[in-house]
């Protein structure tokens, strides 16, 4: 037996109803909203958005009592709590998770959506369902994530203020914004920085989120696409520090989510030879370094990284997080306190607990320490 290290999460998700749109919007409109179909044999899915449609290979399922590493197995054998709030709460107490960010899953296929009233439309819908289905259900340990519509970026701005008014925390973002809309170094996103910033909403970006997942094929093909699949939430990082969003709003938080954590020191120096280097070049004129953009501001969770307490400990970075990526293949639910002691055993007290706690409530102070007495055995 073992004491429980508690943490909270800097990610994980929720699997909506496969019917969520046709439960909270007008027919006309819910058809054209992103809809998941599974095969009986579990082999794929087809997902159907405004008319697109969209078909990828799942997992293969494993047979009963067959179990290859630490990992949930299968999309079939999902926990109860993926998919129940109150479930999902029984699940966390399991694991040693006390506070989460809650990402949506039909939600991140919205950067698909074309037409911008259907979007804006749609992110008002599933917000309204997400603050009462996930966050509203325990907010001292929910933190769902909003929307926002990014076709009109009136439309991005005024659904950040509305969720602001309705109680939530943070705003999700892909990694790119929709076909046609410019990177996040373009001046057009300035209105919705402002929004952000003004309001205090966290600036959420998930990685995984840039449209292709399947970059490579062949020998490899499995690794190297979920390897590419870190690179989107640095590109972000990057393009909000050079194109000066940080640098004109330093009271804007950022969190890129399940990207890892030793990669952004990397980045900053990388940044920080560039803007020095080919000075001659570079537009804006940042007020400081690219690096400490990243230090100041920037946010990362992880899952597995053994990397990331030396990211704390040898790189001064202290804006690191852990994330159990509940309930995802690629996640620690099943092993995440033999996670969290093959990571922290034997780490600095104050070390440990800035990635598993500190970090997270820089971003989310209400929902506070892990309460005494939780300390338990498993």
């Known amino acids: 037996m073992a004491t429980k290290i508690w943490a909270n999460s800097g990610d994980s998700h929720f699997l909506e109803p496969a019917d969520l749109f046709q439960q ?83 939600g991140m296929w919205a950067g698909a959506i074309k037409d911008p009233v259907l979007v804006a439309e749609g992110s008002k819908a599933l917000n309204d369902w997400a603050l009462d289905e996930i966050q509203n259900v325990d907010p001292r340990r929910l933190v769902a994530t909003a929307m926002l519509p990014l076709l009109d970026i009136n439309d991005a701005v005024k659904e950040a203020y509305r969720a602001k008014d309705k109680g939530f925390y943070a705003v999700y973002l892909p990694t790119v914004p929709p076909p046609g809309k410019p990177l996040y170094n373009d001046d057009y996103w300035e209105p919705l920085w402002a929004a952000l910033e003004e309001t205090g909403l966290i600036l959420t970006i998930h990685i995984g989120t840039d449209g292709e997942t399947a970059v490579f094929r062949g020998p490899g093909g499995a690794v190297l696409n979920y390897v590419e699949t870190t690179y989107g939430g640095q590109r972000a990082t990057t393009q909000l520090i050079a194109g000066g969003a940080l640098d004109r709003h330093p009271n804007l938080k950022v969190l890129i989510a399940e990207g890892g954590a030793a990669w952004a020191p990397f980045l900053g120096d990388r940044m920080n030879e560039g803007y020095r280097q080919h000075g001659m070049f570079v537009r804006p004129t940042l007020s400081m370094p690219p690096k400490e953009y990243i230090y100041r501001q920037v946010y990362v969770s992880f899952q597995h990284d053994v990397t990331a307490v030396a990211a704390v400990t040898g790189m001064g970075y202290q804006n690191v997080m852990f994330g159990s990526d509940y309930p995802h293949l690629e996640g620690t639910y099943g092993h995440t306190q033999k996670t969290l002691h093959e990571l922290f055993d034997g780490v600095d007290d104050k070390v440990r607990h800035r990635i598993t706690v500190g970090a997270f409530l820089d971003l989310f102070p209400h929902i506070g320490e892990p309460p005494a007495g939780l300390n338990d055995e498993f």
Do not use: C
């Open 24 to 106: 909270i919007l007008p027919p006309a409109l819910a058809e054209r909203m992103p809809r998941s179909v599974k095969d009986p044999d579990g082999s794929k899915e087809t997902v159907y958005i405004d008319g697109e449609v969209i078909v990828r290979a799942l997992p293969k399922p494993l047979k009963d009592g067959e179990f290859k590493g630490e990992t949930i197995a299968t999309l079939a054998h999902r926990p109860p709590g993926s998919g129940n709030t109150r479930e999902r709460l029984k699940d966390l107490d399991q694991e040693g998770i006390w506070g989460e960010i809650v990402f949506p899953s039909l």
